[in-house]
Each structure stands twice: as C-alpha cells, then as structure tokens.
C-alpha cells in the first residue's frame, strides 16, 4: 500500500513539472538598437509626439525593459498608444497587444505599464 502511494504521489509530481514545462512562458523583452534609428513617434487616439534624437537612447532603455508576453488573444487593436520606429529601410509599430514589422506580425501583450510608459514620455 505505501509503495503504490509513493508511485502515485511521484507520478502526480511528474504530470504537474511536465505541465509547467509546457504552459509557462516568460516574459519577454525587446531589444531595438538606435543605429539606423530615423524617429520615434508616440501615437495615441488623438494626437501624435517626435521624439528628438537626443532622447532615442533613454526611450529605447526603458521600452527594451518593458516585459510583454508572446501571447495571442482576440484584441483587434493596437491599444490606447503605441509607438512608431522608423528605421531606415523598416517601420515598426508597437502596441499593447501587437507587435507589427514590415514582414508580419506578432503578439505582445503588455501590462497597463505600457500605457504608463507612452503616456509619460508623451507628457515629457
């Protein structure tokens, strides 16, 4: 009796690591560079804001240190903000839920810290 508990408690440790394993996903992070960068804008519903060059380093920092989750949901919208890059020879456009690059498209699904952020650098 006490070996088939052992053997039950042990597979039921296996099917819960096996199923952490499977579902967890970190959290990710961005990492832009500033060479090649032309502007940044800051879009919201109503109005648009050009960052000047000098402050591409900071913005980049502090985005690239946004955490966002590779996560498809329903959300049809790019959120309240998001931010345009526009590099060289791509344009990116971030938002709260997606992520859109000149060959495609991928989920990113922020936390209300990402409304936080443009809207600070948008008041700066």
């Known amino acids: 009796m006490k070996y088939k508990m052992k053997v039950l408690?042990?597979?039921v440790l296996i099917v819960f690591i096996v199923l952490i394993v499977l579902f967890y996903k970190p959290k990710k992070t961005f990492s832009f560079k500033s060479?090649?960068?032309e502007k940044i804008i800051l879009i919201n519903e109503n109005s648009e804001k050009e960052l000047s060059n000098d402050d591409?380093?900071?913005f980049l920092n502090e985005l690239n240190n946004q955490k966002y989750k590779s996560k498809s949901t329903n959300v049809k919208?790019?959120?309240s903000f998001f931010i345009e890059l526009r590099y060289?020879?791509?344009i990116i456009r971030i938002g709260r839920?997606?992520?859109e690059y000149e060959s495609g498209s991928?989920?990113?699904l922020f936390n209300k810290s990402f409304d936080e952020f443009v809207?600070?650098?948008f008041k700066m």
């Open 106 to 108: 991928k989920p990113t």
């Open 56 to 58: 591409f380093e900071t």
């Open 119 to 121: 809207e600070k650098w």
């Open 9 to 11: 408690i042990g597979l």
């Open 88 to 90: 060289e020879n791509e």
């Open 97 to 99: 839920y997606t992520t």
């Open 77 to 79: 919208t790019k959120g």
């Open 35 to 37: 060479e090649g960068l």
